[in-house]
């Protein structure tokens, strides 16, 4: 089984930065994908940035110029520094990985979620 932990949620002015992490733990034998998702109140649960095992990086149009995301590979960590917060960032944000545990069974997890609230 694996696990996912997120960290570094928040409140924040406009304008301002925050860096979540998320580490992921169990019998992973590789991770192929490390994503961050968010959900706000009464919308559907939204890409924000993923990165794969190559370093190959994919932005939603509403965060390209803001957000980073980066991965350590030695750690299974994942994170995503936002830069220029706006309001219509708040929501709960998520953690999504993807790969394989064992010899060969593929495994697709979620975090538990992070809180970001972007508010003067």
């Known amino acids: 089984q694996v696990q996912l932990v997120e960290s570094g949620g928040g409140l924040v002015q406009p304008g301002g930065s925050l860096r979540l992490s998320c580490a992921a733990s169990g019998s992973i034998s590789s991770i192929s994908y490390m994503g961050w998702y968010r959900q706000a109140p009464g919308n559907q649960r939204e890409l924000v940035a993923g990165i794969t095992s190559g370093g190959t990086t994919n932005y939603a149009d509403s965060v390209k110029g803001r957000f980073i995301i980066s991965r350590d590979n030695t750690k299974s960590t994942v994170y995503l520094q936002m830069n220029s917060l706006k309001p219509e960032d708040t929501a709960a944000y998520y953690c999504?990985?993807?790969?394989?545990?064992?010899?060969?069974?593929?495994?697709?997890?979620w975090g538990q979620g992070t809180q970001v609230t972007v508010s003067s």
């Open positions: 999504n990985a993807r790969g394989i545990i064992g010899t060969k069974n593929t495994f697709g997890s």
